[in-house]
């Protein structure tokens, strides 16, 4: 351990499992108080437990307004301060523009977008309180190109994308210290994305050795996190940062 984020206060969300708990470990590794949520409060709980340390499980719908609310003014009464905040909950839905419906739009759209937007809006003011901080918003390389087979994701993902890049230049302007970045993975090795390829592949078989070489692990997410959440990368506000071994700026296929 380096303690690279020692005395700091993290919130991490859908931390149950995949990239949040890959997270939570990481930063209570290095020195983090880590409060992580997710619905799940079984596997919740069990994975808290396992990293130990500082770690700490609450139950959490991400999408629920009063739940953000609830969860800030315990962080705050508990703890005093919010260092860190990784808004990585999110759900991958298989579905083309055509073939989406309405209610799975929404429900995608409050799940991965909304969340993020009230996260934000409730965590700022104590995150300003404590002298600045780090929000770090798990967006997806389909934020930058197209990916038809994911409509409501893809557009979802861009939309945090948006909203991250607004909510750095109010942070500089106002001169708070607190900064805000997403993160773009390409392909991740996890469960969820398991899930869904196990419902219906997308992907022509022969390539699926090229897709492989442009996706990363839990963990590489986790390090990238990490970095933002130090005081290392305190010149970084607004960065759109992409692990995607060049996925987006040149077609996989050339």
């Known amino acids: 351990m380096t303690d690279r984020v020692a005395g700091k206060v993290a919130i991490v969300t859908g931390a149950s499992r995949g990239v949040g708990r890959a997270d939570a470990e990481v930063l209570s590794r290095e020195g983090a108080t880590v409060i992580m949520t997710d619905i799940n409060a079984e596997a919740g709980e069990q994975a808290a437990a396992e990293i130990g340390g500082n770690a700490r499980f ?46 799975g739009w929404r429900r995608v759209q409050a799940i991965n ?11 700022l003011p104590l995150m300003e309180k404590s002298g600045g901080g780090s929000i770090i918003n ?20 861009a939309a945090v994308r948006g909203l991250t890049q607004s909510v750095a230049v109010q942070c500089h ?23 869904i390829a196990e419902q219906r592949p997308i992907m ?32 970084i506000n607004g960065a759109a940062i992409t692990l995607d071994n060049s996925a987006t700026i040149t077609p996989p296929y050339l």
């Open 113 to 123: 977008t909304e969340s993020v937007f009230l996260a934000i809006k409730y965590a």
């Open 58 to 103: 609450v139950k959490q719908d991400v999408s629920d307004e009063a739940g953000w609310q609830v969860l800030i003014d315990t962080v705050e009464k508990g703890y005093g301060r919010l260092d860190i905040l990784v808004n990585n909950a999110a759900i991958l839905q298989l579905a083309d523009v055509k073939s989406e419906t309405l209610e």
């Open 173 to 195: 302007k106002a001169g708070n210290k607190v900064r805000c970045n997403t993160i773009h993975p390409d392909g991740i090795a996890t469960p969820m994305v398991m899930e």
């Open 204 to 235: 022509d078989p022969a390539k699926a050795e090229v897709a492989a070489s442009y996706t990363c692990t839990a963990e590489d997410v986790a390090q990238t996190v990490l970095f933002l959440a130090s005081d290392e990368s305190r010149n």
């Open 138 to 157: 798990m967006s997806s390389s389909s934020a930058l190109v197209g990916m038809p087979h994911f409509a409501a994701y893809t557009a979802s993902k």
